[in-house]
């Protein structure tokens, strides 16, 4: 399985600032995911970011809100913009590794002020 | 679209009690299956998974599950749990090709408590 990192691990920030949250994998994988968990609710995928197209986001989220950068096989970012309380959350990034499981990241807990 | 459902939201047990966590998946085709634990503190762990072939799967820790297709159902299974299995259990699926291939779906969670 691949080892994923994830910078920062937590963040307090102000309302109306974004927070560019990094995913290194250590070795080259086509499908990275995106997640987000909620207080005291499940992990709902934010966009699949494959590297070298335009990544894709799922119903309810936008590339505005939630800009998202894969460089190469092995990088992304998730950017979350204009933030607002109700973008406090755990975001997880994942990849799709052998037969499509997916392995995740550690997690990064964003708390807006 | 496809759904995940699991059943209990929280379950308590004692250690050396039996458990079974129900897990139900929405979709009209072709699924891959899994359970992920979390551990408190810690990140999302894959327990088991399955893709093909027999329906009866072997995890990490002595955790199986079994697939009935038509119950579309993947039941998470311990037959004596430890101390160390609290945790949150989550059922995830995703379709096998198509257009919603590689999207993982969770179940809201279940969260386990196991007393010494």
């Known amino acids: 399985s691949a080892v994923i990192s994830q910078k920062p691990s937590r963040d307090i920030c102000q309302r109306g600032t974004s927070l560019t949250i990094q995913c290194q994998v250590d070795?080259?994988?086509?499908?990275m995911f995106w997640y987000r968990q909620q207080p005291g609710q499940s992990l709902t995928l934010i966009a699949t970011?494959?590297?070298?197209?335009?990544?894709?986001?799922e119903s309810g989220f936008v590339i505005d809100k939630f800009p998202i950068s894969r460089p190469n096989l092995t990088f992304s970012t998730l950017t979350v913009s204009n933030m607002s309380p109700e973008d406090s959350s755990i975001y997880l990034c994942s990849v799709a590794g052998l037969l499509d499981t997916q392995y995740f990241g550690p997690g990064t807990r964003l708390t807006v002020l | 679209a496809q759904s995940v459902s699991q059943h209990n939201h929280h379950v308590i047990l004692s250690e050396a009690a039996s458990l079974e966590l129900g897990c139900n998946y929405s979709y009209g085709g072709t699924v891959n299956l899994f359970w992920y634990v979390q551990y408190p503190g810690q990140h999302l762990q894959l327990l088991l998974k399955y893709f093909s072939g027999d329906p009866l799967v072997k995890g990490i820790k002595g955790f199986e599950a079994e697939f009935i297709k038509s119950k579309f159902s993947f039941n998470l299974r311990k037959p004596s749990v430890q101390w160390s299995d609290t945790a949150e259990y989550f059922c995830?699926?995703?379709?096998?090709?198509?257009?919603?291939?590689?999207?993982?779906?969770f179940g809201q969670g279940t969260i386990l408590t196991v007393h010494p």
């Open positions: 970011a494959n590297q070298g197209s335009e990544a894709t986001y």
């Open positions: 995830a699926v995703n379709a096998q090709g198509g257009t919603s291939y590689g999207k993982l779906t």
């Open positions: 070795s080259q994988v086509t499908m």
